[in-house]
């Protein structure tokens, strides 16, 4: 596919990697050349200095004959127009960031599809999502989606008191279940793990567990700590998008939400902005006197969404120590995606970024491969493969694909339908075959499924 990038910060360059790393034909337009060389020595790319809005840059970069434009720039504005005009040159795929999803108005015609924009997401929104996700259990750590809305995948901690603790998988006590549910992968000292039936599970292990929603959420409920209950206190500490969005989601409930802001007059709008009865305490998170103010040694839930990364790590780090159950930092910065879900004093680290380009790479189908998403706790990720009646595959038990050793097929979507990957599945042609990947592995699964 040939696919223009527009905005190379954080997020345009780590989907300009994920995507020359795919073989696409990527282009990448900025105002500012600023990263430009940084760009051409490491990725195969062509870069334009220019404004986005112009559409002699955008032709200069092949407008007419791409097929997807990715606006992800800062700058909202500048986003929708570059949408709009790629829309008028027949582009199909237009998706566009949005800080907030506010501007639409679908009863007054006011739709992303008004300003020629295919896709519309934003970063904010899908953390909260993710937020969300992970504070409906105690043990939950991630919740990955597919195409198919009727497949799940779970990230889970085994704690030292877990049932499955000392367990090997084949004698899971949960028999029936056991054979709805697939385990993926395990993350365990940093190193991924295929399973298989005589692996041990020990405390501190990530394991993800797929298979129809419905049988994945049965599956972690019944494995979770006997003392598993609804949130309590939940703190946030930093009043920007993401944190104010995630209070609005969390104040219908029934639990008690407290805030922590450096900034008074960001507090002060807290307090206008959210029902009455929340505390905002105004002071630094990573002052020990601030954290015990908010009662942070009784806390269920600490969740870090201000926009410096190392405050968030700090104040997680801090949070874990004075007592909070679980700590969510969000950070932004590249280079901790892989750093923050490692460390072992911040249970989550969910990187905006990375959650972008996710979202961005669910939204383009390529052939008979998509790439769903790539995975913070080692280095690989999930790609959606399709069967065609070419592929040599199709007809044939999993067991006698011959496949890399690294690769792991999770999931097969059949139609609406979600079945759990073993040795005796057969494969057959329209399957949708997900797949946990490295690098490596992936190339020599490609030429197992060719158009």
Known sequence: MKII???AGELGQLLAATLCAEDHDVVMIDSSNEQF?????????????????????????????????LAVSG??????????????????KTICRFYSLDCFSPEDGITPEFFGIWRAFSPPEQCV??????????????????TNPNALMEVISITPSSILAGTRLKDIPVADLLSTVRFAAIVRDRHFLIPHGDTLLVPGDKVYVAGHRDNVQKFVELVSPPEHRKLGRVIISGATETGMMLAEK???????????????????????????????????????????????ENCDAFISTADDDEENILACIMAKRRGAKKVIAITHKPEYIRIVPAMEAIDCGIS????????????????TMRIDA???????????????????????????????????????FRG????????????????????????????????????
Request: glycine share 6%.
């Open 129 to 146: 999502r993710k937020i969300c996700d992970i504070l409906e259990n105690p043990i939950c750590l991630e919740k990955i989606q597919f």
């Open 5 to 7: 990038i527009i905005g």
């Open 374 to 412: 790539k995975l913070q706790r080692f280095h690989a990720h999930l790609t959606e493969f399709r069967v065609s009646k070419h592929s040599p595959l199709a007809g044939k038990a999993i067991r006698e694909c011959n496949l890399p050793p690294s690769a792991v097929f999770a999931l097969i």
């Open 250 to 296: 969390l104040r219908s409930s029934s639990l008690e939400l407290r805030f922590i802001e450096k900034s008074r007059r960001k507090g002060e709008g807290l307090l206008d902005a959210l029902p009455a009865g929340l505390l905002v305490i105004n002071g630094d998170p990573t002052d020990e006197e601030v954290m015990e103010e908010a009662g942070i």
């Open 416 to 451: 609406f339908d979600v079945l759990t990957a073993s040795g005796t599945t057969v494969l057959e042609p329209e399957d949708t075959v997900v797949t946990i990947v490295t690098p490596e592995s992936k190339k020599d699964l490609e030429p197992l499924f060719p158009d």
């Open 37 to 69: 060389e940084h760009l051409k020595e490491k990725l195969d790319l062509m870069v334009i200095e220019g404004s986005c809005s112009d559409v002699s840059v955008l032709k200069q970069g092949g407008i007419a004959s791409a097929d997807a434009l």
């Open 352 to 367: 905006s970024t990375l959650v972008s380009v996710n979202t961005v790479l669910r939204m383009i189908e390529t052939g």
């Open 75 to 92: 700058d909202e504005a500048a986003n929708i127009i570059a949408c709009r005009i790629a829309s008028k040159f027949g582009v199909k």
